[in-house]
Each structure stands twice: as C-alpha cells, then as structure tokens.
C-alpha cells in the first residue's frame, strides 16, 4: 500500500512537470488552465510523543482545479482526494476515512454591468461579519455555497449581489439554505468628490433549515451597516451587524460592531482598529460541529506571526462575547546617498476582554488577550539585512471563564545575507522567556537558498521547561526538529521535509484548527498550467 501511494505521487508530480503553460482551444481563443496542490504525510511511531501515529502511518490531502475561459464565458471543476486526511484536518472525522469530493463545479457569464454565477461560489459581504463563503486549504476549510449569484453595477455609483443556495459542511450540502443581497452605493462618485472616496453599504443574510428535534425551523435573519471613508491619506471604515435570535445562541439575539482609522503620510503610517462581538457564533447547522461549521469571518484582529515562538500560543477569538482592538505603527527611513540602506519601525499592541461578566464564574470582565510588540528592520546594505523583535503576550488559557493569564517574553534576531544574486543565507534566533505554563523555549532556523531552483533549512524548537517556586518542573523538553528543501521549476514546486511538529493552533487570515504532534515526512507538490 506504501508503495502504491508513493509511486501514485511520482506519477502525479511526472504529470504536473510537464504542465508548464495554459492550453488555447477553438478559434475565440478560449484557455484552459489548472493546478495541482498535494500534501502528503508518512508517519512514524515515537514514543516522545503523546499522539500516536495513525494506523496505516499515512496521510494525503490532494486538489485537482481546472477552469475554462472564453470571452464572457468561464466555468470550471475542483476535485478533492483523501487518502486518508491528514491529522488534524476536521474533514477526516466526516464519512469514511478514504474520501473523492468535488466541492467545486460552476458556470459563469461576465458582462459589463451584470454577472450570473450558478454552481458553487465564493462570496463575502463586507467585513465577512455576517458572511463568508470561501476555502483555505492550510485549515481545511471550505463552505462553498451550491446555488446562484447575480451582481449588478451602476457604473461606479451602484453595486448590488444577491445570492442563494445550499451550504457545505465538509463532505456534505446542507439540508438548510443560506443567502442574502450586499448593496453598495459610491456617494463619493454620485456627488463628485475628486479626492476622496464615499462608501455608503449594508447586507442582509438569511439562514433556514429544518432540524428535525426541534418543534420550530432553525431561522435566522442577520443584517449590516457599513461606511467607508478615504481622503487624503486618512481612511475610515465602520460596520455595524444586528443578529436576530438563533437558537444556537439558545433563542437570544447577536450583534457587533468594528471601526478602522489609518492614515498614511511620508514614511510614516498608523492603523488602529476596534471590534466588539456578542453571540456572533453563526453555524451553517445546528447540529454540525468543526470550525468549517460558520456562515460569517470572525478572525483574530492582531497581529500575525510567521516567528515560531511569537505564534506559539495564537489568540482565539472569543465569538460568545469579546471587545478590544489593535493598534500599528510604522515608520520607514531610507538614506539620501544609498537606496539599499533603510530602517524599517514597526510597533503593534493589541488587548481583549469578555464583554459581558456573565462569562466568567468570577462575575468580572477577565482579560482574554494582550500583546505589546516592536520590531526593527535595517538594510545595511545591498547583501545585509537584519530584523529584531520583541513580544510581550498575555493570554487566558480559559478563554475568559476563570481569572487566570500566562505571560511569555519573546526575543527574536532574523539575519539576511546575499552572497550574490543567485545565493542567500537567512539565520534566526529565538527565546522565550516564561516563568509559568511550559517554561522557556529557545528556537533556531538556517535556510539557504540557490535561486530560482533551490532552497534549504534546518530548524529546531526545544523546550526548556523551568521550576517553580515550590521547586515544581513545568514544561516537556522536548525538541521539535525539522530539516528538508524545495525544488522549483517553472510553474512547480516539490517540498520535501523531516521532523517533529508541536501539538498547537495553526492559523491562516486570524482563523486557526488544532494540530496534533506527530513526526513523520512531508512531501509537498503544488503545480499549475
């Protein structure tokens, strides 16, 4: 069986290597293109480790897209294969183990001032805070909805979508309906403003469905109000969202409320934002469960990490009842006499807390979230780069239900050297620095690159642990290693890696799923013609 899957993932990759352009059918030009994205993972056993390997050592996620365009015209397929699913990945606990889906088929004509959609479609409203149709592969996450959308513009004075259809939970369409119309209406255009934009906009959303223990239909009516604002450097978007009572939210009603205000200037920029949620938890079903269980987008607004340590512990949005926001800073110094050398300043903080002390046993408001954080980039010169950050994060194990927070210190030094064009050399060291929870952590990255073709690394993540007080050892000393490389050519990328990987919350756009530990081999391939 081992052999037959990796020799399927040969034959797969041979395929995708000779993909290397799009193909032009008939005589009004019409192309076809595609792409090809397999994740594989082969297992092994450790005994280190608190997560067994899976029974037959083997997970595989593969998606096959082809689409078709001429003229107006576009339609087009995506396939999906689990061989089993990866660990982690929410969509293995539906169904059998081994899973063919084709979650994606749809046609559809763009016109000038209009577009009709049927099949399965993608669509947002706004902020995504009364909904949200789209994928993200990194999560596992797909909620495309099966039906029809129409659009309409009014030149750029009028804009209006409406959509209708079944949603998708994973393997399934669901039984209910989902849709909704999003009007927009540029008073910016309509009275003239030449510098500057007006946005006057505002969604309605319906959700229905049947649920058989229950004596009356599952019904809910969610609407938006929105203003978007720009001149002169200085923006301003808000959005207000009503939610009608919802018997996931046992029968009470919803709503929240986001501001934006940026402003940007010579070198310099700010962006502050703010939000407050209160039972906006929206399933696509009422007896459904998994995070692709969500009709509406409510991301983590802070700040995202690609550090290993700085996101070791990623801040979970508290859809019950939160309010906070996020504030950034930047600020870019170039000098007059060398274009390569420039400082780069960078200072975010961010806070949340329950909004309602109902949700805590202590009967206060508790503290879900905070994070103070500074970063300095300087390019010294046209072959050095380094970056230094700091991260002080707070956070509620509980999320908000007890008067409990642990507190990490994050260092980190990222190195850039270029030796030439073609070759580079990145170095990070990082540490944190905690007296509760699991302790210290130190981590370390080495890549190197031979561009376009080729790049390499090595990384580890060990766990100190600390002692207590009370001479108590908290944490695991563990080390998670990794080491592997990539080969690209043209359109085609194969990842090969080895390693251990911590249990944690992986997140994607501020929303995450949970990754058990596991060791085992990553082979990755994505391609496209």
Known sequence: MFMKRLFSFVVAAALALSASAQITLGEKGGVISGSLESNNIFYFDDKALSTPAPDDLFGSNDYIKVDYAVDRFSAGIQAEVYTPALQGYEIGNYGKPYKVLIPLVYAQWQDKSYSVTLGNMYEQFGNGLVFRSFEDRQLGFNNSLLGARVTYNLGDYFAV???????????????????????SISLGDIFGMSKGALFVEGSYVNRHEKVSDLTADNLLNMYSARLNFDYSGFTFRGEYVGKGKDFTQYGNKGWAGYGEIGWAGKGFSFTGSARALSRMITPLKANGAGTGNTLNYLPAM????????????????????????????????????????????????????????????????????????????????????????????????????????????????????????????????????????????????????????????????????????????????????????????????????????????????????????????????????
């Open 161 to 183: 979508k409406a959509i209708y259809g079944r949603p998708r939970l994973y393997t399934n369409y669901q039984t209910g309906w989902a849709g909704g119309a999003d009007l």
């Open 302 to 529: 802070t700040r995202q990490y690609t550090y290993m340590l700085a996101n070791l512990n990623p801040y979970q949005v508290n859809a019950e009842g939160e309010i906070g926001g996020q504030v950034d800073f930047y600020y870019t110094y170039r000098s007059k006499s060398n274009r390569y050398r420039y400082w780069n300043f960078h200072a975010n903080y961010s806070t949340y807390y329950t909004l309602r002390k109902d949700q805590s046993n202590s009967g206060n408001r508790e503290r879900l979230w905070q994070d103070i954080n500074v970063d300095v980039t300087r390019q010294w010169s046209k072959k050095l780069k380094t970056t230094v950050l700091y991260s002080f994060q707070e956070w509620n194990p509980t999320h908000g239900s007890h008067h409990r927070t642990y507190v990490s210190n994050i260092f980190v030094a990222d190195v850039q050297y270029k030796f030439d064009r073609k070759k580079s050399l990145r170095v990070e060291a990082q540490y944190l620095l905690s007296g509760e929870y699991e302790g210290d952590w130190v981590a370390g990255l080495v890549e190197f690159n031979l561009a376009p073709k080729w790049s390499f690394f090595v990384s580890d993540m060990y766990n100190l642990g600390r002692t207590d007080r009370n001479g108590v050892f908290k944490g695991t000393e563990k080390n998670y290693y990794s080491v592997g490389g990539s080969f690209t050519i043209q359109r085609v990328r194969i990842q090969l890696s080895y390693g251990r990987n911590r249990a944690g919350f992986i997140c994607s756009g501020g929303v995450c799923r949970y990754s058990p530990e596991y060791n085992g081999i990553n082979i990755a391939l994505t391609a496209s013609f």
